[in-house]
Every structure is written in structure tokens, then in C-alpha cells.
């Protein structure tokens, strides 16, 4: 990070503020960039910001000359040290608004993840043109492949065990949430070499403000505005209206009449005001700004067959991570039909885990479900299949 305040001199340095310092690496553009977004929160909470290339800094932490630049540090007014990702959740901590997500990243099994999320950020933090080196880093390492399979499991394993006193229904999102946002991190870290040097919008961008998986679109420099004609527009606005429709009105209603008719209308409107509504709204929104996403929804009942709806048309988003990190790493040992199961009970097992576990009943429905649509698929496919059942099943 570079000073957002290149005048700072070393009698600033000597200043003692209430807080502490914050060291970080002054010839790093991600590192500078990152101080002239959090010193307007952090400066006036009692921080001050050095770069580790002066020589106050270096004697105040005891560096000698030469010595690599790992990670920033953060060192209070009474002499407490933090560093790397401790560093960063010290520096959280201070801030009301994201004071929570501190306490959630300090949990065992989380500041694990977090301290490998950072490591991994710091030796790729020199980025220019896409390639990255961090000179007497580890940047030549082999990248840990298996590592994006674990990381959708940490944070859901951590809600799990974390929210068994929990209402179900706070449960259930908290785990949805937790799944989604693993899976958009091993998606990151599946492509990591190439998000480098991308501006920090796009890499911000996909991480928190878009639900699909495939980072593709938004490595990709297209014009600054792709055409949104306004049915598309309409399109969303149709999701939304059926989905407050049915929430507001129709489940009270259906309450009235049988529990679960309530359940189905709630479900319904839900993935209407959703899937076909927000979620369809944001991709012509990143459309409109010039990143070329598809909605996840891609007009399902248009489906000539089960192997088109699941591949095709209904939700993409789970579609480009299970063809990414379960598909394509399995087929060529499984074989195209083994590969096709293993996906469809990687389905049918998180929604075990979303649904089943947080309601408490159900167990193995959703797996089952998710199962024969699989086998429905691979019948599909057969010879039989293409001669009798094509477009029919």
C-alpha cells in the first residue's frame, strides 16, 4: 500500500496516536489503494499510517535492512503487535459496522481460513499485466488445487455447528449464505492468477455484488454499455410482481387453507421475486455497465428436455461450479456418466444441509430428488433415451 499522504514524514511517524500505527508496504498499488480507502474510517479512530520502507518504521519493529516485507502490521499505542490477517481483524474491530464480521472471522475455524486468504493475497499484492511476483515470496509454489474444495466447506461447517440453538429459519439462511459465499471463494481462488491486475470493481464486483459463479465476464474489458433492450427490463419486473404477489397475498391465503400450500406459495414467490426478478434485474445492470453476464435464469420452460433445463436454463450459477470444480476435475476418471451423478448428489447434498438439517425432517428427500433427476438425465442421453424420450421426459 502506498501512503495516501505522501508528505508523511518522520516526525509524523513519531507522533504517538491514540490508536496505533499501521505498517503496510508502501511500493505496493493494491496496499496504496487500500490506505486511501480505510484512512478516512481508521485516521480518525486513533491510527496512523507508515510505510515499512522507512527507516522509523524498520527500528520501531526491529527490521533490519533487507529484510522481506511479508505482511502489514498493526501496533498499538501499548504496545500489543498484530500481523497479517490479525492485523486486519484488530483494524475491523475498531469499526462499528463491521465489527460482526470481525467476531465471525475470529472463530477457530474461520481465522484459519482467513489467515490462508491473506497469505495468499500478500504474495500476489505486486500485480501488473496479470502476471504476479512478490520477490522472496513463495509466489512459484505450486497452487493448492484442493484447497478450492475445501473452502466451501469451512464456512458452512462453521454455521453448522455454530447455529444448532438457532430459529430454523435463521438457520437456514445463515447456512445458504455461508455456501454461497465458499463457493464464490473457491471460485476466486480457482482463478486467482488471472484476477491480477483487474480493477478492484471487478474483483469486488463479483465477489459481493453479483450471484453467479463464472468470474469470466468480469475479466473481460467490453464496450461500456451492452444493449438491455426494455423486455428484459420487463422480464425482471414480471419476477418481482408474481413473487410480492404471492408472498404478500398468497400465503397468507393459502395459510387459511393448508400449511403446506402456504409452504409451496411461499417457496414459489420467493424464487420468483429472486431468481426471476432481482437477480435478473442485476445482470441487465452489469450488462448495462458493460460486463457481459447472462442471467442465471435463462427462460426455463423453454427446456426441450432435462438435460437442457439443469445444464441450460436453471440456475447457471450452480451450473458453472459444479462443471468447474466437480465435473471437469471427475469425467475423465468417471467417465461423462459418473461425473453427471457426482453432480447431481453434490446437489442433492447441499440442500440436505440448507434444508433438511435446519427443518429438522425431510432427511434424504432432496438427495433422492436430485438423484433421479440425474438418472433422468443419463436416460435422456441413452440410446433408448434419444429414440423414445427426447423433449418428453
Given at each position: 500500500?502506498?501512503?495516501?499522504?505522501?508528505?508523511t514524514?518522520?516526525?509524523?511517524?513519531?507522533?504517538?496516536?491514540?490508536?496505533g500505527?499501521?505498517?503496510?508496504?508502501?511500493?505496493c498499488?493494491?496496499?496504496?489503494?487500500?490506505?486511501?480507502?480505510?484512512?478516512?474510517?481508521?485516521?480518525?479512530?486513533?491510527?496512523?499510517?507508515?510505510?515499512?520502507?522507512?527507516a522509523?518504521?524498520?527500528?520501531?519493529?526491529g527490521?533490519?535492512?533487507?529484510?522481506?516485507?511479508l505482511?502489514?502490521?498493526?501496533?498499538t499505542?501499548?504496545?500489543?503487535?498484530?500481523?497479517?490477517?490479525?492485523?486486519?481483524?484488530?483494524?475491523?474491530?475498531?469499526?462499528p459496522?463491521?465489527?460482526?464480521?470481525?467476531?465471525?472471522?475470529?472463530?477457530?475455524?474461520?481465522?484459519?481460513?482467513?489467515?490462508?486468504?491473506?497469505?495468499?493475497?500478500?504474495?500476489?499484492?505486486?500485480?501488473?499485466?496479470g502476471?504476479?511476483?512478490?520477490?522472496?515470496?513463495?509466489?512459484?509454489r505450486?497452487?493448492?488445487?484442493?484447497?478450492?474444495?475445501?473452502?466451501?466447506?469451512?464456512p458452512?461447517?462453521?454455521?453448522?455447528?455454530?447455529?444448532?440453538?438457532?430459529?430454523?429459519?435463521?438457520?437456514?439462511?445463515?447456512?445458504a449464505?455461508?455456501?454461497?459465499?465458499?463457493?464464490?471463494?473457491?471460485?476466486?481462488?480457482d482463478?486467482?492468477?488471472?484476477?491480477?491486475?483487474?480493477?478492484?470493481?471487478?474483483?469486488?464486483?463479483?465477489?459481493?455484488?453479483?450471484?453467479?459463479?463464472?468470474?469470466?465476464?468480469?475479466?473481460?474489458?467490453?464496450?461500456?454499455?451492452?444493449?438491455?433492450?426494455?423486455?428484459?427490463?420487463?422480464?425482471?419486473?414480471?419476477?418481482?410482481?408474481?413473487?410480492?404477489?404471492?408472498?404478500?397475498?398468497?400465503?397468507?391465503?393459502?395459510?387459511?387453507?393448508d400449511?403446506?400450500?402456504?409452504?409451496?406459495?411461499?417457496m414459489?414467490?420467493?424464487?420468483?421475486?429472486?431468481?426471476f426478478?432481482?437477480?435478473?434485474?442485476?445482470?441487465?445492470?452489469?450488462?448495462?455497465a458493460?460486463?457481459?453476464?447472462?442471467?442465471?435464469?435463462?427462460r426455463?420452460?423453454?427446456?426441450?428436455?432435462?438435460?437442457?433445463?439443469?445444464?441450460?436454463?436453471?440456475?447457471?450459477?450452480?451450473?458453472?461450479?459444479?462443471?468447474?470444480?466437480?465435473?471437469?476435475?471427475?469425467?475423465?476418471?468417471?467417465?461423462?456418466?459418473?461425473?453427471t451423478?457426482v453432480v447431481?448428489?453434490?446437489?442433492g447434498?447441499?440442500?440436505?444441509?440448507?434444508?433438511?438439517i435446519?427443518?429438522?425432517?425431510?432427511?434424504?428427500?432432496?438427495?433422492?430428488?436430485?438423484?433421479?433427476?440425474?438418472g433422468?438425465?443419463?436416460?435422456?442421453?441413452?440410446?433408448?433415451?434419444?429414440r423414445?424420450?427426447?423433449?418428453?421426459?
Open positions: 500500500m502506498i501512503s495516501a499522504k505522501p508528505e514524514t518522520e516526525t509524523k511517524d513519531r507522533e504517538r496516536p491514540a490508536a500505527w499501521v505498517f503496510y508496504d508502501g511500493d498499488r493494491l496496499c496504496q489503494a487500500s490506505v486511501a480507502r480505510f484512512e478516512p474510517w481508521l485516521g480518525p479512530r486513533g491510527f496512523l499510517f507508515v510505510p515499512l520502507q522507512s522509523w518504521a524498520r527500528e520501531k519493529l527490521m533490519a535492512e533487507g529484510d522481506p516485507l505482511e502489514m502490521i498493526v501496533l499505542r501499548d504496545g500489543q503487535r498484530f500481523g497479517g490477517a490479525d492485523a486486519v481483524l484488530h483494524l475491523a474491530s475498531a469499526v459496522g463491521v465489527r460482526p464480521f470481525a467476531w465471525l472471522a475470529g472463530l477457530p475455524g474461520a481465522r484459519r481460513l482467513s489467515h490462508w486468504t491473506y497469505r495468499r493475497i500478500a504474495e500476489r499484492r505486486h500485480c501488473a499485466a502476471a504476479c511476483a512478490l520477490p522472496g515470496a513463495s509466489s512459484g505450486p497452487r493448492a488445487r484442493w484447497m478450492r474444495h475445501v473452502t466451501p466447506v469451512v458452512a461447517a462453521i454455521v453448522l455447528a455454530a447455529g444448532a440453538a438457532w430459529p430454523p429459519w435463521v438457520w437456514m439462511w445463515s447456512l449464505l455461508a455456501v454461497f459465499f465458499g463457493c464464490k471463494l473457491a471460485m476466486w481462488i482463478r486467482a492468477g488471472v484476477f491480477c491486475g483487474q480493477p478492484l470493481r471487478r474483483r469486488g464486483g463479483f465477489l459481493f455484488l453479483w450471484v453467479g459463479m463464472d468470474p469470466r465476464p468480469f475479466l473481460r474489458d467490453g464496450p461500456p454499455s451492452l444493449q438491455v433492450a426494455a423486455g428484459d427490463w420487463l422480464r425482471g419486473g414480471v419476477g418481482v410482481f408474481l413473487g410480492l404477489a404471492l408472498l404478500l397475498f398468497g400465503v397468507p391465503a393459502a395459510a387459511e387453507w400449511p403446506l400450500a402456504a409452504g409451496w406459495a411461499g414459489i414467490g420467493l424464487t420468483a421475486l429472486l431468481h426478478g432481482l437477480f435478473h434485474w442485476l445482470a441487465m445492470a452489469w450488462r448495462t458493460g460486463v457481459p453476464v447472462e442471467p442465471i435464469m435463462n426455463p420452460l423453454r427446456s426441450r428436455g432435462l438435460g437442457e433445463f439443469w445444464s441450460r436454463r436453471w440456475n447457471l450459477g450452480f451450473t458453472d461450479l459444479a462443471n468447474r470444480l466437480v465435473f471437469e476435475p471427475l469425467w475423465r476418471k468417471t467417465g461423462p456418466a459418473g461425473a451423478l447431481f448428489a453434490v446437489s447434498l447441499v440442500h440436505e444441509l440448507v434444508i433438511s435446519p427443518a429438522r425432517g425431510g432427511h434424504g428427500g432432496p438427495l433422492a430428488y436430485f438423484l433421479l433427476q440425474g433422468g438425465v443419463l436416460l435422456e442421453r441413452s440410446r433408448v433415451g434419444k423414445h424420450l427426447h423433449g418428453w421426459a
